[in-house]
């Protein structure tokens, strides 16, 4: 018998059982059991942490996890999916999406996302398998902050990043998303108004006509590494401005106070290509998924 409902802090044990070991074949551990108990803590009308519970034997344990978020009025958030590997090929994770879609669009949402790694090609099996269609590639760029200077005018004003990325082939392949404002793995629509609301460069180029852009969202204690990290939610250059851009991110970074800059960029090979030209570093890249509500 299958249960799907709201997770508990008494669920914790069952859920560090299952997601130890989630990736054999990589060095990394699962995040989850690091972050589980503040889930079902900061539940709420924001964010919904759902277990799927099953009999096994005398007594009743969760098999599988998954947290939904609704990151702007209408837009939904899946993350965090986990099936216990004796208990797949059950449906149990498609109930739980069915489950959390539903919670999603109670609460609002027309459109549901997440992100899977490229290094994860059964989470991207899975989101397939659940109704979820391929939107956009992006690759996260690490970048040392430093102190640089750059021979092109910069500026912050919000309605030239604003326009720069809404003419830019960086928003047509990442489908306008960007990273959001206070969940460092998910993605929102970047608006003129979150533009506005954040701390945008853009390099002028003759006649000051914007050539590129980067938005910051602000500065964050990093994911298991030291320092403070600066984010920028979306990255978007002409050709031949790549380099130039990721000097003004490294040293905007650097007088925010930050150690290191992360970058979201498209998976496209010119952007990929560019950056690696600018000696930037790799991190982990992924597709995004989306299914409407």
């Known amino acids: 018998m299958r249960t799907v409902r709201q997770a508990r802090a008494d669920d914790i044990a069952d859920v560090a059982g299952f997601t130890e070991g989630t990736w054999p074949d990589r060095e990394a551990d699962d995040y989850i059991p690091d972050v589980f108990e503040e889930w079902v803590a900061t539940d709420g009308p924001g964010q919904h942490t759902a277990v799927v519970e099953v009999v096994d034997g005398a007594a009743a344990r969760a098999v599988a996890v998954c947290q939904a978020k609704l990151l702007a009025d209408d837009e939904g958030w899946l993350q965090g999916i986990r099936v216990d590997p004796d208990h797949r090929g059950a449906g149990h994770g498609a109930a739980l999406v069915e489950y959390l879609l539903g919670w999603l669009a109670e609460s609002g949402a027309r459109v549901a996302r997440n992100l899977v790694f490229d290094w994860n090609p059964a989470g991207m099996g899975q989101s397939r398998a659940v109704g979820f269609e391929v939107s956009a590639g992006c690759r996260f ?111 905007d970074a650097a007088r925010a106070g930050a150690d290191e800059a992360r970058v979201c960029a498209p998976a496209t090979p010119r952007h990929v290509a560019s950056a690696g030209g600018a000696r930037a570093s790799f991190d982990q890249g992924g597709l995004l998924f989306r299914t409407g509500l």
């Not at 690490?142 to 500026?155: K, M, P």
């Not at 604003?162 to 047509?172: E, F, G, K």
């Not at 954040?198 to 003759?206: C, E, T």
């Open 141 to 251: 760029l690490r970048l040392a902050a430093a102190e640089r200077g750059v021979d092109v005018e910069v500026s912050n004003d919000p309605g030239r990043a604003w326009h720069c990325w809404s003419h830019s082939d960086a928003r047509t392949a990442l489908s306008g998303l960007a990273l959001a404002d206070e969940a460092s793995w998910a993605f929102t629509e970047l608006t003129r108004e979150r533009v506005a609301a954040a701390s945008p460069l853009v390099l002028l180029g003759d006649g000051r006509q914007a050539r590129a852009t980067a938005v910051r969202l602000g500065t964050r204690d990093p994911d298991h590494r030291e320092g403070r990290v600066a984010d920028y939610a979306a990255a978007a250059w002409e050709p031949g401005d790549g380099a130039t851009l990721l000097d003004a991110v490294r040293a």
